[in-house]
């Protein structure tokens, strides 16, 4: 069984035991070297104390003073005593043994018998002097032998001081092996062996297990990567399957992508309601392989639906069920059940001329057209075998049935705005006939009748005037056609409004002679066109009112781009009364002002009798036509083939 002790317990406990040996080689080695200190400063004071005993003995028979000689004899003593019991702070101390106690103490005999020989006291004559050369040179002799051992323990504390040196080389040689034992059983190997198993696994061999011989971190390791693999073994045994089952998964909706792509680009190029079903059916059939596509439209009661389009479709079926009432077959059904869905066809037991059963179909797939929770109709795709959706088919017949309900809903607002625009137009060409030419006429036909009536009285004088007020009637008329006319012509500037009114201007004064100048000042981003259209005609109508009214010789038109835009029309003639100019009859200023409110703008008059006039349409940036009505109406009856 493994070791349940951990990497770091493992290589603290060879630690401690390298600390332990290292610091016990290295604590005998500094007491071996306490020794060889202590033991050198013996024999230097070994050979010290023999140089006192001579000096002793010469001082003895140099006849020096008592009291030198004294002081010599102290100072041995004192020697002796130190070596006895040695000084710390040189450190100086004997390494005693056996042999060096015994010569130490042969000295310390030796000098206590011979000692008084040099006492100051004792007489200096010859004899004395012959004994004490001789005591002399015999405690020199113990000294000698004395420092000798003292050398010889000496000697063999260096040799123990070079083993332990080399112990210590050793312990280190030792130590490093060790640890590198340590690093390489412990760490390395296990990871090594973690290597090689990854290196197997990288390449594929997902049965690789790594042996989990300890409890430690690297047994742990070894225990999750031994699942790891297990469970990359697990999951690469079904990645295949998956891989396969993914990608065509991912076809599949690139394909519902691609397929719902074109049908979009179909339908918003076309043009007509029949193109259009036409088309859908087609690329609906091709894209879901149906053997027949029927398309088919729902009253706004939902109580029939027309056959809008069909493809492949057998012709007795396509004959018999061109309207067809709800609940006659499974078909024309979607307002009970909306939502698509897959039916097998059966045979009724009917006596209906044609069935399905009969002509080979099997099952039909149901798809039913809604807007906006409205239900607009029904497709329903015919197979001669059993058929089976998927989510993605679902949801592939569901968009394109979406698809083709904003498209014919698109189909529907064209042709309202086109109505719309149509009506708009014969409005304002009504308008304008009425504002301004059928206004001439009625004056033209009175004029007229004073003339017959001037002419039946022989009133030459008033027939005269009346013929003068019929030709002037006939050249406002015709200037009010020509003005007309340039309205109809008149085209935006989707870059510049600037540049459209400059040729509104333009003709203005080919057409009067007045002199008109345009300012424009600062810069914004240009109004939409279709504001730029009503913009141009508040103008244009300005300027005709300058024409009828004012009299004027000069006129300048001002644009203000900016928020929100400026366009002031300003001129030198005779001007009017404000509060009566405000009546309803004056034409000029109601069409103004009707087409100010159009696009959200304001129109402000300012003028006075022979103070001229100016107008001023203010423009927010972010003016607009209204949407002309009918857009957002939902499809809800039967379209016309």
């Not at 006192?52 to 000689?69: C, G, P, Y």
């Amino acid at each position: 069984m493994g070791s349940t002790a951990t990497i770091a317990t493992k290589l603290i406990h060879a630690g401690l035991w390298l600390l332990l040996a290292v610091t016990g080689s290295i604590g005998v080695t500094l007491w071996v070297t306490w020794q060889l200190d202590g033991g050198a400063a013996a024999v230097n004071e070994a050979g010290r104390l023999r140089m006192q005993v001579w000096r002793l003995d010469a001082a003895r028979t140099a006849s020096v003073s008592a009291e030198r000689r004294q002081a010599l004899l102290t100072e041995l003593t004192e020697s002796l005593a130190r070596l006895r019991s040695g000084d710390p702070q040189r450190p100086l101390f004997v390494p005693w043994t056996p042999a060096i106690r015994d010569r130490f103490d042969t000295v310390e005999t030796a000098w206590n018998q011979m000692s008084s020989l040099w006492d100051p006291r004792a007489p200096l004559d010859a004899a004395n002097s012959t004994a004490a050369f001789a005591a002399a040179e015999s405690l020199v002799g113990h000294i000698d032998d004395l420092v000798f051992s003292i050398e010889e323990e000496l000697a063999r504390l260096t040799r123990i001081l070079n083993l332990l040196q080399f112990v210590m080389i050793a312990l280190a040689v030792v130590g490093a092996a060790f640890m590198l034992y340590t690093g390489q059983r412990y760490v390395m190997q296990p990871l090594t062996r973690l290597a090689r198993a990854m290196a197997h696994l990288q390449r594929g061999a997902f049965a690789t297990r790594v042996a989990a011989t300890s409890s430690d971190e690297f047994g742990q390791l070894a225990a999750g990567f031994n699942q790891m693999a297990a469970t990359l073994q697990d999951l690469y045994g079904q990645l295949e399957a998956r891989v396969a089952e993914k990608t065509r998964d991912l076809e599949a909706k690139r394909a519902n992508l691609q397929t719902l792509y074109d049908m979009s680009l179909f339908l918003s190029e076309a043009d007509s309601l029949a193109v259009l079903s036409s088309g859908f059916v087609q690329r609906l059939r091709q894209r879901l392989r149906a053997d027949a596509v029927v398309l088919r439209w729902a009253d706004t009661s939902l109580q029939r639906y027309l056959l809008l389009a069909e493809d492949q479709m057998p012709r007795e079926i396509v004959a018999a069920e061109h309207v067809l009432p709800c609940g006659q077959c499974v078909c024309g059904q979607s307002h009970i059940e909306r939502r698509t869905r897959v039916i097998t066809l059966e045979s009724d037991g009917s006596d209906r001329r044609v069935n399905c059963t009969q002509l080979g179909l099997r099952t039909m797939i149901s798809v039913p057209i809604q807007a906006q929770q409205r239900l607009l109709g029904e497709i329903n795709l015919f197979y001669r075998s059993s058929v089976v959706l998927n989510d993605g088919e679902r949801e592939l017949l569901d968009a394109m049935a979406g698809q083709l309900a904003n498209a014919v809903e698109g189909l529907r607002v064209q042709a309202l705005e086109r109505e719309t625009a149509i009506a708009q137009e014969r409005n304002f060409l009504a308008r304008e006939l009425h504002d301004s030419i059928a206004q001439s006429l009625s004056f033209l036909k009175i004029q007229v009748q004073l003339l017959n009536t001037a002419l039946q009285r022989a009133d030459l004088p008033a027939a005269q005037h009346h013929v003068g007020e019929l030709e002037v009637g006939l050249q406002e008329s015709l200037a009010d056609v020509r003005e007309l006319l340039m309205h109809f012509r008149t085209r935006a500037h989707a870059d510049d409004i600037v540049s459209a009114l400059q040729e509104t201007v333009t003709k203005f004064q080919h057409q009067t002679g007045l002199e008109v100048k345009l300012e424009s000042f600062g810069s914004a981003l240009e109004l939409p066109v279709d504001v730029q259209m009503q913009v141009l005609h508040v103008v244009q109508e300005a300027l005709s009112n300058v024409r009828k009214h004012a009299r004027a010789k000069h006129v300048v038109v001002e644009v203000y781009k900016g928020s929100p835009w400026k366009f002031v029309v300003r001129d030198d003639g005779v001007g009017f009364d404000i509060d009566v100019g405000r009546d309803q009859t004056h034409v000029g200023l109601r069409i103004m002002r009707e087409r100010a409110v159009t696009i959200g703008a304001h129109l402000d008059v300012q003028s006075a009798p022979c103070r001229g006039t100016t107008v001023t349409l203010t423009v927010p940036s972010d003016a607009a036509v209204p949407e002309p009505a009918g857009h957002g109406v939902h499809v809800g009856a039967v379209p016309s083939p």
